[in-house]
């Protein structure tokens, strides 16, 4: 693999009055040449100020968070990162490549979870250019190259994993946001070495159940959480009697025996789980009656 090696070209400020002070030069020697009708001075003359214009095809500029990677007739000679006029071989090519940070939005994946559900699922990618010669010659298009490559590892995550956790301890896309992020940017990181990109953050910005199937998900959603929701209610309703009887026991207000106790239960816990409210009932007669 071809790695970057950074070369530090000339300054371009000097080598810029350098040239223009050989342009006066040849200026001076070509006019001199005319007034004294000297064709072979006129011919040098003309030669040196070709050759002056070439030499000046080595400036070139390099701007903040940019790199340009330079070729000697299709062989690598290195990167120049440091930024400002500088000058080297007029014969190098001087390739432009940005090394800025960039982001990009992968396209809404229709794809099956673990359990075989369909679902929508895309991820935002922040990324950045860390070494040139990889991605100009190891790649053919590093930027494609790493779009179609984060698709492919949030395809990959998103079949490995549930849309919902049907269990406490079972790590899924919507409850485990940070691990699922987390090991999205490694992925793609892996993926990517080869073509000297840096992954800063891969995050998941959409997640949604296939419309096929969303309405039949939102109802078990719903019935899931009213579950959850009665399981909590009878928690608190049965250790609501048990310390009203137990306090009722200790205080010797009223004593019970099996019959009352379970009427009592069962009253108390029709009054506490029911999702209405109830109707109070006076009983004008005996305990009994």
């Known amino acids: 693999m071809i790695r970057e090696k950074e070369r530090q070209a000339a300054s371009g400020y000097v080598a810029l009055v350098g040239l223009l002070f050989a342009l006066a030069i040849v200026t001076w020697w070509f006019v001199s040449a005319v007034r004294a009708e000297n064709p072979w001075q006129i011919i040098a003359a003309s030669l040196a100020a070709v050759g002056v214009f070439f030499l000046m095809a ?3 500029v390099v701007n903040p968070n940019e790199a340009r990677v330079l070729q000697l007739f299709g062989k690598y000679v290195g990167t120049a990162r440091t930024a400002g006029l500088r000058y080297a ?7 432009k490549l940005s090394v800025r940070v960039r982001n990009f939005e992968t396209g809404k994946l229709k794809v099956n979870d673990v359990n075989g559900n369909p679902i929508e699922i895309a991820a935002v990618v922040v990324w950045r250019v860390i070494d040139t010669a990889e991605a100009l010659f190891e790649v053919d298009d590093y930027e494609e190259y790493v779009h179609v490559q984060s698709e492919s590892a949030l395809r990959g995550l998103a079949t490995r994993y549930a849309y919902d956790a049907h269990e406490t301890e079972q790590m899924a896309l919507t409850s485990h946001t940070a691990e699922i992020a987390d090991q999205l940017l490694t992925e793609i990181q892996a993926r990517l070495d080869k073509a000297g990109v840096e992954v800063l953050e891969a995050r ?5 159940y296939a419309p ?3 309405h039949a998900m939102l109802q078990r959603q719903q019935a899931s959480a009213v579950i959850a929701a009665r399981r909590k209610i009878v928690d608190g309703a049965v250790g609501m009697v048990e310390m009203a009887l137990e306090q009722l026991s200790e ?3 009223i004593k019970l025996d099996e019959e009352r106790q379970a009427s009592m239960v069962s009253n108390l816990l029709v009054v506490l789980c029911s999702d209405r409210g109830t109707q109070p009932v006076v009983n004008t007669g005996s305990l009994y009656q």
Not at 89 to 95: D, G, H, V
Not at 204 to 208: C, D, F, G, K, V
Request: no cysteine; proline share 5%; glycine share 4%.
């Open 251 to 253: 205080k010797a207000i």
């Open 204 to 208: 998941i910005s959409h997640l949604a």
């Open 58 to 60: 080595g400036l070139f």
């Open 89 to 95: 071989n007029p014969f190098y090519t001087k390739s």
């Open 212 to 214: 096929e199937i969303a």
